[in-house]
């Protein structure tokens, strides 16, 4: 599949959707999630691209839940592609990780942590898969740039970036806005709006990081009024129970309404 045709807004003139589990916790689980999303987008026209993590490498405990196995999870992101027939994302944390997984998915994921990390994003140049890079915590909108030049210096101009809030304080973050259109002129590639992430609230005491779910259509319908090529929507059954990031995911229940509310809204822009 060619991932920036399928994922082009220009196709359906709707914005694109990642969406997924925070961490694969099981086979059925992943279907289940991935199927009930994917009939939603068709219904909506949206482009869907499935996302679940293999492994969680950032924990702020060692007894954190970090995943089922990476070869297990990988064959199950392989299997979503293959029975659901959307594409599908993982997130990748070494450079040796990068060839490992680009044989079970279509896009590569730069978690914002490591987005300046040079062998690790010349390593997701070189798979030829699209790499999504997430914007660092700590980085200016324009200084995204350079990675961005570094994945095509690595010979691969596939490439999107997301945002994921920026830090405010010690735990908590904020959006600015203005940096979709900054990503979009600098960089030159989609613009993707991570609105789950971007409601965490990070270093709490207990080492297990907070959220504001109650937001979320807030910061998404902020994104598409500003014009994100993209959305990135972590979503679980019941979060109160999932393995990671539970305080500030979707409930799954709640998604086909909002995606009938930002389609709409993603229509009246389009006329501006």
Known sequence: MNIPEYLSSSLTDNFFL?????????EQMALDIAGAVAEVCRRLEIPYVFKGS????????????????DIKALEILARVRR???V????????????????????????PAFLCRQTDLLLAAARTG???????GQFLAPESM????????????????????????????????FRGIPV?????????VMDVTHSLQQPNTGGGVTGGRPEMIETIARAAIATGADGLFIETHPDPSVAKSDGANMLRLDLLPALMERLTALRQVVNKF
Do not use: W
Not at 18 to 26: D, F, K, N, R, S
């Open 18 to 26: 990642l969406a997924g589990p925070c961490v694969i916790e099981g």
């Open 54 to 69: 293999y492994r969680k490498a950032n924990r702020s405990r060692l007894d954190s839940f970090s995943g089922i196995g």
């Open 83 to 85: 029975e659901i027939g």
């Open 87 to 110: 594409p599908v994302v993982t997130d990748i944390h070494a450079a040796e990780e990068a060839a490992m997984a680009a044989e079970y998915v279509d896009i590569l994921q730069i």
């Open 129 to 135: 898969k699209t790499v999504n890079i997430k914007k």
């Open 145 to 176: 740039h350079f990675a961005v030049d570094k994945v095509r210096q690595g010979g691969n101009d596939k490439v999107m970036v997301t945002d994921r809030g920026t830090t405010f304080g010690y735990g908590d973050l904020i959006v600015d």
């Open 183 to 191: 990503m979009q002129q600098t960089c030159g590639c989609p613009v």
